[in-house]
C-alpha cells in the first residue's frame, strides 16, 4: 500500500507563547518574521492553555535568543507583554502536496499492480476536494521537461487552480511543469526584488516567480520555449491582475536575452561619451505602501529577506544599490519590441499590457512596460531550469553594451543540481566557464534535496564586468531578428 509518509516534511520551528487578545498586535509588529506557507496560520491554539496562542515564526529565526529579529521590533514587543520562546515541530504531510484538485503519484514498481486500489482509496477518502487521481509514468524526455500521467481515477480534467502566497494559478497539468514543493523558494527569491525594478525570467512557466514579483511592483519579461506554459503565464498575468507588468516571451531562452539587450536603429547613440546613470528625478517611482488593492485583493508584500543567505545578498550589494534604484525605474523600451504575436518562437514576444484599471498595486509612474529600454538596465535574471541553466550562462558573454548601460550590472539567480560528490567550488567554476569571466562573491542556497545524494541549489551573484560588450561601435543587433 501507499505509504503516505514518504511524503512528509519535518519542519523544526520556533514559536511565541503570548496572550490571546495580543496575537493582532503581535502579527503587526512580526511582520515579515512568522511562518509563511501556503494554508498555514502563523498562529495556533497554545495546548497547554487556552488563554495563550502560539506564534509560529520564520524558518529564518534560527535562534532561540531571537537574534535574527531586529532589536527594535523585540522591544516593542516585549513592551506589550511578556513571551516565552519555546521550540514548534510542523510536519506537511501527503495531504499538504498536489496541484489543486489533482493527486499526483509517483508509484513505485513493485506497487503497480496494486495502482487502480491506491488510486481508488486516495480518490474516495478525499473527495471533493480530489477529483483526478494521477501517476507519473516513464522517464521525462520532451524538451519542455513535461511528465507523461495516466489518470486512475476521477475525472479526466487535467486544468486546475493553485494559490500560493495570495496568487492564483491555472495551468493544465499535462501540459506544463508544476512543483508545489518549490513555493516557499518562489517567495524567497521575490523577497529580494523591489518595487520598480526590472526583471527577466529566463525559463519563466506559468509564472511562480513572474506573478509574484509583478504583484510586488516590478516588470517583468517572461520567457519559456514551452507554448501553453506561455499561454497560461499570460492567463495567470490577467487573473492576478498584472498583466500591465508582464510582457511574455515563447523562445529559446538564448534569444529572448539576446532580443532584450538588442538596440533599435532609433536608439543609436552617436556622442562620444554615453552618461552611466540619470538623476533619481527623471525617473520616479510611485510606490503605493497599502497591502491591499482597492478591490480587496492581497498584494505580496514581503518587506524582509527571509533566509541569512540573503542578508548577504544585501550586503554584497553595497552602495551600488543607489545606482541600481535610481535607474531601475528608468529602463524603458520601444513598443515594437513586445507586440501581439499569438506566442510566436520567431524572436519576438507577447505584452498583456494595457487592460489593467483601478489597481493600486506598485508601479513605475508613467511608464508602461512596452517603453522600457532593457538594453539599458534591468536589476535581475531568473534562470530556474536546474538540469542546465549553468549551461546558459554564455548567453551573457558580451551581450551587454557598456555603451548603453546604466547602473550596476543585474544580479544572476542560477538555480542548478549539486550532488553528493560534488562542491560549491565546482558549480562556480562551471558558471565561470560558460560565462567566460571570474565570478566575484557567489552566494549559496540550499532549495531542497531531490534525492538521496541529490539537492536543489541556487546561485546568486552579480554579473561581472568581464561579461561587458566594450565595442563602442554603433554596430547593433536588430531586435527583429530575434538573434
Known amino acids: 500500500m501507499l505509504d503516505e509518509s514518504k511524503f512528509d516534511v519535518h519542519l523544526k520551528l520556533w514559536a511565541l507563547r503570548i496572550p490571546r487578545e495580543l496575537c493582532k498586535v503581535a502579527t503587526r509588529i512580526l511582520n515579515g518574521y512568522l511562518l509563511d506557507k501556503a494554508r498555514i496560520k502563523p498562529i495556533t491554539e497554545d495546548p497547554t492553555c487556552e488563554k495563550n496562542r502560539y506564534v509560529i515564526l520564520s524558518e529564518k529565526v534560527q535562534n532561540p535568543d531571537l537574534s535574527d529579529i531586529p532589536d527594535d521590533k523585540l522591544d516593542e514587543l516585549k513592551g506589550s507583554c ?4 519555546v521550540p514548534y515541530s510542523l510536519t506537511l504531510g501527503y495531504s499538504y502536496w498536489g496541484a489543486g484538485h489533482i493527486a499526483h503519484l509517483n508509484i513505485h514498481e513493485e506497487l503497480l499492480p496494486h495502482k487502480d486500489v491506491i488510486a481508488k482509496v486516495i480518490y474516495d477518502k478525499n473527495y471533493p476536494r480530489i477529483k483526478t487521481v494521477v501517476n507519473k509514468v516513464g522517464t521525462i524526455t520532451n524538451e519542455f521537461r513535461v511528465p507523461n500521467f495516466e489518470i486512475l481515477a476521477g475525472q479526466k480534467d487535467m486544468v486546475t487552480e493553485v494559490k500560493q502566497y495570495g496568487a492564483t494559478f491555472k495551468l493544465d497539468y499535462g501540459l506544463v511543469y508544476w512543483n508545489s514543493r518549490l513555493e516557499h523558494e518562489h517567495m524567497r527569491l521575490v523577497s529580494q526584488f523591489r518595487a520598480g525594478e526590472i526583471i527577466c525570467d529566463m525559463f519563466a512557466g ?11 511592483g516590478c516588470v517583468v519579461y517572461a520567457n519559456d520555449l514551452n507554448p501553453d506554459s506561455t499561454r497560461y503565464l499570460k492567463i495567470n498575468a490577467e487573473i492576478n491582475k498584472v498583466d500591465d507588468l508582464v510582457c511574455a516571451y515563447n523562445m529559446d531562452a538564448r534569444n ?10 532609433s536608439e543609436i547613440k552617436t556622442e562620444p561619451d554615453v552618461p552611466q546613470c540619470r538623476t533619481c528625478e527623471e525617473y520616479e517611482i510611485q510606490v503605493n505602501e497599502e497591502s491591499k488593492s482597492e478591490n480587496g485583493r492581497q498584494n505580496v508584500e514581503v518587506k524582509e529577506v527571509p533566509d541569512n543567505v540573503t542578508s548577504n545578498l544585501e550586503c554584497a550589494r553595497g552602495s551600488s544599490r543607489k545606482a541600481d534604484t535610481s535607474v531601475s525605474a528608468a529602463v524603458k523600451r520601444s513598443s515594437s519590441n513586445c507586440q501581439e504575436v499569438n506566442g510566436s518562437a520567431d524572436g519576438t514576444g507577447t505584452s498583456v499590457a494595457g487592460r489593467r484599471k483601478g489597481s493600486t498595486n506598485k508601479r513605475m509612474r508613467g511608464s508602461e512596460i512596452s517603453n522600457a529600454k532593457t538594453w539599458e538596465h534591468f536589476d535581475h535574471v531568473i534562470m530556474n531550469l536546474p ?9 551573457f558573454r558580451g551581450i551587454i553594451k557598456r555603451k548603453y548601460w546604466k547602473g550596476s550590472l543585474p544580479w544572476i ?13 565546482f558549480i562556480v567554476s562551471e558558471a565561470e566557464s560558460a560565462l567566460n569571466a571570474s565570478i566575484q562573491d557567489p552566494i549559496f542556497h540550499r532549495v531542497r534535496d531531490v534525492a538521496p545524494n541529490k539537492a536543489m541549489f541556487c546561485l546568486s551573484f552579480r554579473l561581472p564586468e568581464a561579461c561587458f560588450n566594450e565595442d563602442n561601435t554603433d554596430t547593433i543587433i536588430h531586435s527583429a531578428a530575434g538573434e
Not at 509564472?207 to 514579483?213: E, Q, V
Open 82 to 85: 511578556k513571551i516565552e520562546v
Open 206 to 216: 506559468i509564472g511562480p516567480f513572474s506573478i509574484p514579483a509583478a504583484q510586488k
Open 256 to 265: 529572448f536575452i539576446s532580443q532584450l539587450m538588442a538596440v533599435p536603429d
Open 387 to 395: 538540469a542546465s541553466a549553468l549551461q546558459f550562462l554564455d548567453a
Open 413 to 425: 539567480h542560477c538555480y542548478c543540481f549539486m550532488r553528493a560528490n560534488e562542491t560549491q567550488e
